[in-house]
């Protein structure tokens, strides 16, 4: 009987393991940013130059850029720097997320995780690099040109960096759109014939979408709008090829090939019997190991 409760107590055990495993993988992420930070700490006044470019190279002549809050000039310097650092350290702190998941996945689900979760940070990078090299530059423009006759054009420091980083998550995450269109396609919960259904709906949802994370001008919210319909449609073109390519390569022989067999489906919990059985096994065989040595 003592037997059976430590077999009962493996659970718990293991889910205080897993536990702190978490915590040492979210403390060795922690770290690495941390150091990663650190060494940037010295050019962050010129990380901030960097990011505040696009905007003071459409500034009229003699313009720049204000503080108003009194700690700002040497808070924003390094926010930047921080969030630079995380963007650095990105790939250390996603590796010890997959090695913490990846031991509970089947292979199936790692060849199909680590290919998105790859693609998804390529695709976010891309996103960002869109919106400083392109967007960035248009909207300015367009706001330099619409500034009204007497009116000094400037903005606070603070601001402008809470502009920066709402316009670069709206595009990284618009830039993930094929990631989760794959995702749905994949794991069965929507397919490409339904996701051709929803093209219209999602036109008029690109749009309203440009119309709420950008600013109030038909530019901005076309160069949202219209990458985020092709990228759905990329996504749609991915699926479809890989949705081929799988029908291809996985031969048809019999009937046992055409089901796929999922091992979560086939299992099913022990009965309160068959625990006992097992138990009484388990302590008949330690009596047995036991009676010798007696």
Known sequence: MRAFERTMNLPEDSFFSHLVELRDRLIRALVSIGIVFVCLFPWAQELYALLAHPLLAKLPQGGQMIATDVIGVFLVPMKVALMVAFLIALPYVLYQIWAFVAPG??????????????????????????????????????????????????????????????????????????????????????????????????????????????????????????????????????????????????????????????PAAQWTPASAEEMDAAARTLAERQDAERKPDA
């Open 105 to 262: 996945l089947y292979a199936h689900e790692k060849r199909l995780a680590l290919p998105m979760v790859a693609a998804s940070v390529v695709l976010f990078f891309v996103g960002m690099a869109f919106a400083y090299f392109l967007v960035f530059p248009a909207v300015f423009g367009f706001m330099a040109s619409v500034q009204p006759e007497g009116v000094a054009w400037m903005t606070d420091i603070e601001k402008y960096l809470s502009f920066v980083l709402t316009t670069f998550v709206a595009f990284g995450v618009t830039f993930e759109v094929p990631v989760v269109v794959l995702v749905l396609v994949q794991a069965g919960i929507v397919g490409v014939d339904k996701l051709k259904e929803w093209r219209p709906y999602v036109i008029v949802g690109a749009f309203v979408i440009g119309a709420i994370f950008t600013p109030p001008d038909v530019i901005s919210q076309l160069m949202m709008a219209i990458p985020l319909c092709l990228l759905f449609e990329f996504g749609l073109f991915l699926a479809r090829f890989l949705g081929k390519n799988a029908r291809t390569a996985v031969p048809e022989v019999g009937p046992a090939a055409q089901t796929p067999i999922n």
